[in-house]
């Protein structure tokens, strides 16, 4: 019962319009859930969605009265945890080797101004070295 007080209070997240906090209001309330836990289960459901690749469709049906037509949810079956945290850990190594290769270039390039930036000094005391003989 707790939980279901909860999910009536007032919340706000910027950008996010009246009729969508009801119906995350009504959503949660449905599930005896906490606005926060409806929301993290959500968000992980829709990226673990997306992280599969799998297309997101409207709803088939409204519920509880309010207007869903904006609503998405995945197209086929939630992944379980063991599918859920493959995924993620394919997309962190994904990720992973981005980065990798990026810092390589950068490292190179970084490199390479190091030495113009040697080359430079060399030249200015160089000069400096003249000026003082002259």
């Known amino acids: 019962m707790a939980a ?3 999910a009536r209070m ?3 997240v910027k950008g996010v319009g009246g009729d969508t906090r009801e119906l995350a209001k009504v959503a949660a309330s ?3 859930s906490t606005m926060g836990d409806w929301l993290s289960d959500v968000i992980r459901r829709v990226g673990a969605a997306e992280a599969a690749g799998r297309p997101l469709v409207p709803a088939s049906r409204p ?3 309010v207007n869903m ?3 998405q949810e995945p197209a086929t079956e939630l992944l379980d945890d063991a599918a859920l945290t493959e995924l993620i850990s394919e997309r962190i190594e994904r990720s992973e080797t ?3 290769d990026v810092l390589a270039v950068l490292d190179e390039i970084v490199g390479r101004l190091a ?3 040697d080359r430079l000094e060399q030249r200015v005391e160089a000069r400096s ?3 003082d003989v002259l």
């Open 4 to 6: 279901r007080g909860k």
């Open 30 to 32: 449905d599930r005896n």
């Open 129 to 131: 070295a003249d000026d």
């Open 98 to 100: 981005r980065i990798l």
């Open 69 to 71: 037509s904006g609503w």
């Open 63 to 65: 519920s509880s009265g």
């Open 115 to 117: 030495d113009r930036l």
């Open 10 to 12: 007032p919340w706000s």
